[in-house]
Every structure is written in C-alpha cells, then in structure tokens.
C-alpha cells in the first residue's frame, strides 16, 4: 500500500480564481524523503496542506480527483488521527509555539499531554528527544525567549515527540541564517535515518540534493516531473520549472562536452569531489 | 468528492479559528488602549479587539473577549468591573450589526458608532449613577467633578461627561475596524464563522461557504 | 573543571526533571494552597469590609494582606505595587469624593470646592473598600501563577480549549505589544511622529497599530495548524506533565472559617441596623 496516492487532483481555493493544483497525480511510498521543488506560487504548499489534510476541511476549496492517505480516502479521515498520523513543521518558527508553557520541556511535552501519554512515559520520551536533538542546555529556557532557529529546534522536537511515522516539512529554513539552517538539515537527515517517510519542501537546492531520495517537481500547479534525485536535477526538467541546479552540477554540465567533461553527473560535493580527485592526484 | 458534508466536518474537526481569535482580540483592546495613552490621546480605544471579533466571528466570542478584557483591566481597578456589562454588550451589538453587513460599508460603519457610544455614554453614565453615586474612577471622575462644582448637578453632570467622550472615542474605534476588516486576506475570512458576509461583498464570483443550520 | 561543571549541569538539569514527576511546589505553604481554595478564601477576606460599618475594617484587611503577602514570601513584590495602587487609585477616589461629595458639615473652601466632613468620611470609605478588593486581586495575582489555576479549573472539568484561550491571551499582549513597539520604530524612521500637537499624534495611531493587528490576525491560521499539529483537538483524555497536589484538609478548614467571617458580617451588619 503507498503512503500517498494522489490521482488527478485539482484544488481551486474558495476565494481564488485560478486552481492551486492542477490534474496531479503522484505516489508516495513509505521510508523515503521527498524533496518538493519549484518557484514560488507553483503549489508546493499547497500539496503539502492536501497531503496533510488541512485540504479542503481548513482551507476551504474546490476539490476533484481522489486522494488516499494509508490506502484510505482522505475525506474518511477524522482529522484529529490524521493530524497524528502526519506531523508537520513549517516556516514560522514564531507561530509553531503554544505560548502556553514556560519551558521548552513543557512545550515539547505538550503534544504528548493532548494524546494522554502518561506522565512516566512523557518524561521519557521527551528526553530521549532532547538527547537526540541535542537541546539539553534549552529545556529549561522559556520558549518564548528563544532565538527564530532555537523555536524551529524545538517546533522539531515537539513533532518528533509525537512520533509520527509520516512528516511534512514546507520550508523550514527560509526564516533562519545559515548556521541554524544546518542545525535543521541535521534534524532532517537523522530523522530519514530512522526510516521516516517525509516530505520536505525547500530552496536550499543543495541541501536537497544532499538528503531527497526523489524529487517531485512543480510548476504553476502541475507536477512537471517525480524520480531519483540524481536523474531529476541533471535533467531539464530544471530549466522548465525555472529552479536553480546544485553548483557543482552546474558545473559539471558546463564542462559536458568539453575535453574536461566528468565522467559523471555530480548533484553534491562529495560526489564532485570523487568525481574530480583523480585528476588532481594524476 | 463531493462538498455537502465538509461544512459539518469541518467544524468537527478543525473547527473555525475563533478560539485563536479571541486572545487577540483581549490582546488588541489591550495594546489599544495602552497606545492611546502612550500617545496621549484622549480616548480610551480599548475595545477595537471586542467589536473585531464581535464582527468576525459572532456575537458571543465579541462578548466573551469585552469580559476577559474588562476583568484583567479590574485587577488594578475593581470599579471597572461594573462596567463589564457595556463591554459585553459592545460584543453582542457588533456580531448583531455584522450579520446585517454593516461593517461592509463606511457609511453604515460609522453610523453604527452612534448605538456604540450609546450604551459606553448613556448606558455608562447611568451605571455610575447608580452604582457609585455619580463618581467612579478615572479621568472621567474628575471631569464629573469638575463640572459638578462648575453647578452642574451630578446626574447631568455624568450625562455631559460621558456621552461626548464615548462619541469622540468610538468613531475612530469603528474606524480601525472597518479598516482592518478591509485589509484582511481572502483566505483568513474563509475561516471565520461571519467570515462569508465579507466574502460575499468582495467577489461576486466568489463561493460563498454560508452556514448550512 | 570543565567535567565537572558539565556534571553539575546534568544534576541541575535532572533535578528539573525530576521535579515534574512529583506535584508542583512554589515551596512556600501559603503559596502552595490549591489555586482556587485561594481564590475562594480571599475573595471572602475581600468582600467581608463591605458589611462591617468604618474605616477600621477595611484598613485591617489591606494589612491583613500585607501581612500575608510576607507570609507567602512575596512582600518584595507585593507591597511596592500596593502602595502604589494606594496613591494612583486610591487616593484619587478619596480626594474625588472628599472634593465634590454634597454634604451638610462644610470644612473649608478652596475656589469652587467645598469638601464637607461627610464627603471626607465617605471618601475615606469608598477609597479603601476598594483597596481591599484590589488587594485581593493583585495579592492573588502574586500568589498563584495564571498556569496553576488553569491546572485547578481543569482538573475540576473545565474545557481545555478555554484554559488555552486565557494562557495565550498574556502571551497575546506580551508580543503584541514588542510588534507595536516595533511598527512603531520603523514607522517613525518613515517620518511618523509621535510627539507634537494633537493632530499629530492622532495621525500616528493607525499607521502603527494596524500592521501590527493585521499581522497578528493573519497569524491566527498558522498557529491553528501548529497546534493541530500537536493533537489540540484530540478527544482523548489529557494528561498533565505538571500535577497539583489535592488540597489539604487544613485547607478548607481555612476556607471554612473565610466564610464563616462573611457570614457573621452580613449578620452582623443586619442585626445592627435599628
């Protein structure tokens, strides 16, 4: 049974003129982590909120096609399992905490409080959140005294607590500087080696090329193209969504047929770097 | 797929955004209110956050956040609490004129300042007479006082006070909440339960989601 | 060194842990009562001036609750804000009605006033019993923090949805104030003032606080989703991580003997009159 199975889809949103999403049709198998791309305004959200759920019950619309969640139609869904079944992070990291608890213990706690995890239990699996993201010196802080990339951490955390299998991620960067940016990207990949299955909307071309096992790519609400993701970002589906390549892939393109070719399409350094260190040593 | 069913669903399962709504509505008669002193005005803008909410989401949330608002102004002032009362009714009246569409038009908006300052003067004066004898608190006390000694007898006196200050205070306040109605986004509306009335005179194209009960 | 402050920091650290897996203590035994036995016995403190004639009574209840205030450990906190609370609302009420209540026994004349004894004494009255309740209110404010009485309200059953919607409502204001302040500094660096005439100041107030609003409105659809995302409208029971211990029986044997004391005033008040 796939994860996701979305067939010829379109959404128009209640108070739009133009459909968000048009005739999509994708399916998403469990365990991998599916890097969503395209220019702004191409739907990337928009599938997100779909696959999640918040389609068409939070944000009202127009909805065609059939969509399955877990091998279920997404309408026989109660939204309160699904919202267990799918975590979700995203790109505020100011909107994503309660304000309700005074330390980041509590308020990663908090979920499990909503789903009636014993007090003993919630102990322990907030601990060993903590310990593996590596927030021991922020549990006592006050959450609403925290850095942009110290709340995304802990909006991470929180989700992480719940244990959901099933995670989408829209753009949960764009809000942080660099260094905070690596922090998340560090959650992101422990999280897909615990066998997670994720869907992960970003910009950060390089980084997605590092973590994605696929690609699904979109423009102005059509997906345009869904494979690994080495084959997707050294193709031209590239150049027709209009979203910037890795550097060294376009790099390596610039040398295709050039005495200096590579013998192989790199998307991340490491590949570059064994692509190219030969010839530095010989 | 068909739409019949999503409006009960959704209010079973997500159900609108009120409860967000409302501790920012508690939150912006706040702030108003401390903005206006900040600046020095001489009003009181610290009920825009109940008629917003009175008019984006009904009657009683309206209410519900002049009560919240009206109790934690009365931990350093408990005469205050007596006038919870006007707050409430400044809720109730702003979901009541929503449903007929008032807050769509400029004209009616600032038409409906008048039933306002209404019940924050005459209504308001009233209860300070009865209730603290002509004087309560604030500013507005020693303006009564003032014209008390002035010969003014203290029921008139309360009258002269308060009317023309509830006036001078709730026409900028319906202001700000037309105004604010007209900035806000398409999508947010779609959420709210009186959301549709300002849909509806957006975009005649627009699909409405009316209540169906 | 550097060991073993990185174990001192792992005994702090679970020592707050270990904290939550026993009832919540602000360690100190007034501030411990249950949440809304304090409420209820202070409200009773507050009410119990208004049936005993004079100004004695309601004098020694705004001691009383200084004197409690210290019990509980708060004095610090308390009693500068109280005494504050005494001359920006207090006294203004008594000199109001000392000032302009009509009376019989005039004491002097300054201008157009003519305070009389009656308006003094009524004054003085009115001006404490209201002390007492605000000293309620801000005692009990010091005393139980907002969170523990949300806890007692919902292990007695209320929704928490509405404990939801009282906590968010401080933070609320807390970051909608910081978005003024900041709106306010862009704006002036547009050229908005602040200061000067009326006028001035009056075209300064929408341009601030409507971004403000607006962003604070528009941010409503995002938090709903996040706590969504944490199982807010799951209808499984909850569960606590904080727990607040049962009240004490010395606890309602106090709550008793409160009121009690408002019981005997209103007797006391009725049986008094002729």
């Known amino acids: 049974m796939a994860l996701v199975s979305i067939h010829g889809v379109s959404f128009t949103y209640a108070y739009s003129e133009q459909p968000a999403l048009r005739d999509v049709s994708l399916q998403l198998e469990e365990g991998l982590l599916y890097g969503v791309i395209g220019t702004n305004a191409s739907g990337k959200t928009t599938l997100c909120s779909l696959i999640r759920g918040l389609i068409p019950l939070f944000h009202p619309g127009t909805l065609t096609g059939k969509v399955e969640i877990r091998g279920r139609n997404l309408l026989d869904w109660d939204p309160a399992h699904l919202a267990r079944a799918i975590g979700c992070v995203f790109e505020n990291p100011f909107t994503q905490i309660s304000g309700i608890k005074d330390t980041v213990f509590e308020e990663i706690a908090f979920g499990l409080e909503n789903i009636g995890v014993p007090r003993e239990e919630m102990i322990t699996r907030v601990l060993g959140v903590v310990e593996r993201l590596g927030l021991q010196s922020l549990i006592k802080k006050n959450p609403n005294e925290l850095s942009g990339g110290q709340r995304q951490k802990v909006a991470f955390a929180a989700i992480v607590a719940m244990e959901a299998d099933f995670i989408v991620i829209d753009e949960p960067t764009s809000q942080l500087d660099p260094e905070a940016s690596d922090a998340v990207f560090g959650i992101i990949g422990d999280l897909r080696k615990q066998g997670k299955s994720i869907v992960l909307v970003e910009h950060k071309i390089d980084l997605m090329a590092q973590h994605a096992d696929r690609i699904i790519v979109m423009k102005d609400g059509k997906v345009i193209g869904e494979g690994p993701t080495g084959d997707i970002l050294t193709s031209e589906i590239m150049d027709v969504a209009d979203v910037p390549r890795p550097e060294v892939t376009d790099l390596a393109l610039a040398l295709k047929g050039t005495a200096k070719a590579l013998p192989t399409l790199p998307i991340t350094r490491a590949q570059a770097f064994d692509a190219i260190s030969p010839r530095l040593s010989g | ?213 | 060194m550097q060991q073993d402050a990185t174990k001192e920091r792992a005994e702090f650290d679970r020592e707050f842990v270990d904290a939550f897996r026993r009832p919540v203590s602000q360690g100190n035994w007034v501030r411990d009562i249950n949440p809304l036995i304090a409420f209820l016995v202070l409200g009773c403190l507050a009410i119990i001036p208004i049936w005993i004639e004079g100004l004695i009574a309601p004098l020694a209840m705004c001691a009383a609750f200084v004197a409690i205030s210290l019990l509980a450990g708060v004095g610090r906190h308390f009693i500068p804000g109280y005494l504050k609370l005494f001359l920006a609302v207090g006294l203004i009420l008594f000199v109001l009605r000392a000032a302009f209540e009509p009376g019989d026994l005039v004491l002097f004349r300054l201008g157009p006033l003519s305070p009389t004894w009656e308006g003094v004494q009524s004054g003085a009255r009115f001006a404490l019993v209201v002390m007492v309740l605000c000293g309620a209110l801000t005692l009990y404010a010091a005393l139980i923090p907002a969170k523990y009485l949300m806890l007692a309200l919902e292990q007695q059953g209320l929704t928490p949805r509405a404990t939801y919607v009282l906590l968010t409502s401080f933070q609320a204001i807390t970051d909608l104030a910081k978005n003024v302040r900041v709106v306010m500094d862009a704006q002036k660096s547009r050229g908005i003032e602040t200061e000067g005439s009326i006028l001035t100041r009056s075209k300064a107030f929408f341009p601030i606080i409507a971004p403000a609003f607006l962003a604070a409105m528009n941010q409503t659809e995002e938090r709903a989703v996040a706590l969504d995302a944490r199982a807010f409208s799951s209808k499984a029971p909850h569960t606590r991580l904080v727990s607040l211990r049962g009240p004490r029986p010395w606890e309602f044997g106090l709550l008793l003997v409160a009121v009690a004391g408002v019981v005997v005033s209103i007797m006391g008040a009725y049986l008094s009159w002729p």
């Not at chain 2, 706040?30 to 009175?54: M, N, R, W």
């Open chain 2, 1 to 213: 797929m068909s739409q019949d069913n999503t409006f009960s669903k959704t209010m079973q399962g997500y159900g609108r955004l009120t409860i967000f709504m409302i501790p920012i509505g508690i939150a912006i008669n706040f702030v108003g209110g401390q903005f206006a002193l900040l600046l020095k005005l001489p009003v009181y803008l610290d009920s825009i956050g109940t008629i917003l909410v009175g008019a984006t989401c009904g009657g009683l949330p309206g209410a519900l956040v002049g009560a919240v608002s009206n109790v934690l102004n009365s931990i350093t002032s408990p005469p205050t609490m007596v006038f919870g009362i006007l707050s409430i009714m400044f809720g109730l009246l702003a979901g009541w004129l929503a449903k007929r569409g008032v807050f769509t038009s400029l004209t009616m908006t600032l038409l409906s300042a008048i039933p306002f300052a209404f019940i924050g003067g005459v209504l308001g004066a009233l209860l300070t007479i009865w209730v603290f004898g002509g004087l309560a608190v604030g500013g507005g006390a020693l303006v009564v006082g003032a014209l008390t000694a002035a010969g003014f007898d203290i029921n008139t006196a309360n009258f002269l006070a308060q009317v023309p200050m509830d006036v001078l205070d709730k026409v900028p306040t319906v202001l700000v909440v037309y105004a604010i109605l007209k900035g806000m986004p398409k999508r947010l509306f779609a959420k709210l339960p009186l959301g549709y009335i300002y849909l509806d005179k957006r975009s005649a194209t627009t699909a409405a989601q009316k209540p169906t009960a």
